[in-house]
């Protein structure tokens, strides 16, 4: 993957950070200065954390390790979403579902039923039902689908959690750390770097910085899952008798 420029970075506003007084002393080693109380972050060491991240995703990807994209935040919901589809990942960008590393069992039958749901709706089976009832279920379905719509193809818990924000996604974070799932993080500089596996310093509040990083890490996904796909054998054609 092509690393960006300095130059396009500061184009898409990656450098900048939080008011001084809400940073997280662990994101000093990434911040290159402050101006009129705003932390800058040192796009240099970006470029460094980018080159290792993306690196290390690519080769998750190609270990057949699946990565769970992961946001919140309202102005990323449907950039992380967009990544996600990108590279064939699962995602989740409404409310964070309580227990889905935790208590993943569980989580599996909601799965499960919004699937079955889903099934019906599109085979017209759901006609059997009144009116009313399918009113019901429509209702039902729409309220999954903001929640589970992302996590239809999971069947277990993801290897990888890929957040766009880790200040914000605390409990997705604290679940994943709590199990031993692998971390992939934007951290900005009030976020705290160490409690995820890899980390990407960049704003994580402007459109195009998001967006930029975010499809870095979509990209590296698609190249680790086309090496994976290219280096599987090809089963050979049984031979006439």
Known sequence: MKIPSLVDMLKAGVHFGHQVSRWHPKMAPYIFTN??????IDLEKTQEKLEETLAAVKKMAVDGKTILFVTTKPQAREIVKKAALACDSPYLVGRWVGGLLTNFPEIKKSIKKYVSLKEQQASGELERYTKKEQLRI??????MELTLGGLSKITKIPDVIFVSAMQREKTAVTEANRTGVEIVGICDTNANPIKADFII??????????????????????AGKAMAEKNTPKEMPAKKV
């Open 35 to 40: 101006r009129s109380g705003i932390h800058v």
């Open 138 to 143: 429509a209702k039902q379905l729409e309220k």
């Open 201 to 222: 310093p960049a704003n994580d509040d402007a459109v195009n910085s998001i967006t930029m990083m975010v499809d870095l890490v979509s990209d590296a996904v698609k």
